[in-house]
């Protein structure tokens, strides 16, 4: 089955950088693309970066745009979100997530999630 586990979350201060891990189960290497999502109290939960297993192409939102870099490490069935320059505004629960299937990917909408690390970003 899939299974996703987030870690690499934590404290940092305005202007750091910080990386979160997510860990898959081997299945999850047969899935299409692995996302990024993150969710900001009482706001909607929104998609941050998004790389696919075979070909690594990626997309980023605007506002992490040259800011965050997403990779995978397919050996280690896991796959990094490096961020840089972080700001306040980047406080939220970040949920690792799959695209297992053509509907999945079609339709925008992971089937499978990760229990969500939290990152704070404060002075």
């Known amino acids: 089955q899939v299974q996703l586990v987030e870690s690499g979350g934590g404290l940092v201060q305005p202007g750091g950088s910080l990386r979160l891990s997510c860990a898959a189960s081997?299945?999850?290497?047969?899935?299409?693309?692995m996302g990024w999502f993150r969710q900001a109290p009482g706001k909607e939960r929104a998609l941050v970066a998004r790389?696919?297993?075979?070909?690594?192409?990626?997309y980023y939102a605007d506002s992490v745009k040259g800011r965050f870099t997403i990779s995978r490490e397919n050996a280690k069935n896991t796959v990094y979100l490096q961020m840089n320059s972080l700001k306040p505004e980047d406080t939220a629960v970040y949920y690792c997530?799959?695209?297992?299937?053509?509907?999945?990917?079609?339709?925008?909408?992971?089937?499978?999630w990760g229990q969500g690390t939290q990152v704070t970003v404060s002075s």
């Open positions: 790389t696919t297993w075979s070909a690594g192409s990626t």
């Open positions: 997530a799959a695209y297992c299937t053509l509907v999945e990917v079609t339709s925008a909408s992971p089937g499978y």
């Open positions: 081997e299945r999850t290497k047969s899935c299409y693309a």
